[in-house]
């Protein structure tokens, strides 16, 4: 099995950063995709940015390039790094791996951008 664990949510006032971090352990293949979600109280679970083992890259466009999904091969580490937030980007940001077409998904971090 996989496993999945996203840190480096918290608080941050509007106009913050923060960058976000999930880690794998297990058996990860040459290929795969992983990708970034987030989840507001009350709504649906949206996607925010993938990136393949190839190195391709695909955003939201609501995100308005805010948002940078990079990956450290060394450290089976995947990154979010979310500039400019605002509250609406208040929400639990989960990291989700697809590989030999089945999913895994980690706990999620809390983002709570507030004054």
């Known amino acids: 099995q996989v496993q999945l664990v996203e840190s480096g949510g918290g608080l941050v006032q509007p106009g913050g950063s923060l960058r976000l971090s999930c880690a794998a352990s297990g058996s990860i293949f040459r290929i795969y995709v992983v990708g970034w979600y987030r989840q507001a109280p009350g709504k649906q679970r949206e996607l925010v940015a993938v990136i393949s083992s190839g190195g391709s890259t695909i955003y939201a466009d609501s995100l308005k390039g805010r948002f940078t999904i990079s990956r450290d091969n060394a450290k089976n580490t995947v990154y979010l790094q979310m500039n400019s937030l605002q509250a609406e980007d208040t929400a639990v940001y989960y990291c989700?791996?697809?590989?030999?077409?089945?999913?895994?998904w980690g706990q999620g971090t809390q983002v709570t951008v507030s004054s």
């Open positions: 989700n791996l697809k590989q030999l077409n089945k999913d895994y």
